[in-house]
């Protein structure tokens, strides 16, 4: 990973929750209203934010090409935004 700074930045997320109570997130809202779809869900687990703190399930997803985290924490959605 990069030595670029970060933040936590809180975001609206749009999901599915299957008959089982699995939850797949589907695309990222920004406060500005841009709107990132996830490729795809390449993996979940319990983990901390190594960047910016805070933690809970760390979702590894793929959007246009790239790989990125999001974080349920709690009820709350967050990704690690880069600064500047």
């Known amino acids: 990973m990069s030595d670029t700074s970060c933040r936590k930045a809180y975001v609206s997320v749009n999901l599915d ?3 089982e109570g699995r939850i797949c997130p589907r695309c990222i809202r920004w406060k500005n209203g841009r ?4 490729d795809r869900i390449l993996y979940r687990c319990r983990a901390a934010s190594e960047r910016v703190g805070g933690g809970g399930i760390r979702y590894t997803v793929l959007i246009g090409g790239r790989e990125s985290f999001l ?3 709690g009820n ?3 990704v690690e935004a880069r600064e500047g």
């Open 17 to 19: 929750v299957d008959e």
């Open 71 to 73: 974080f349920q924490e």
């Open 76 to 78: 709350r959605w967050f």
């Open 35 to 38: 709107i990132f779809q996830i």
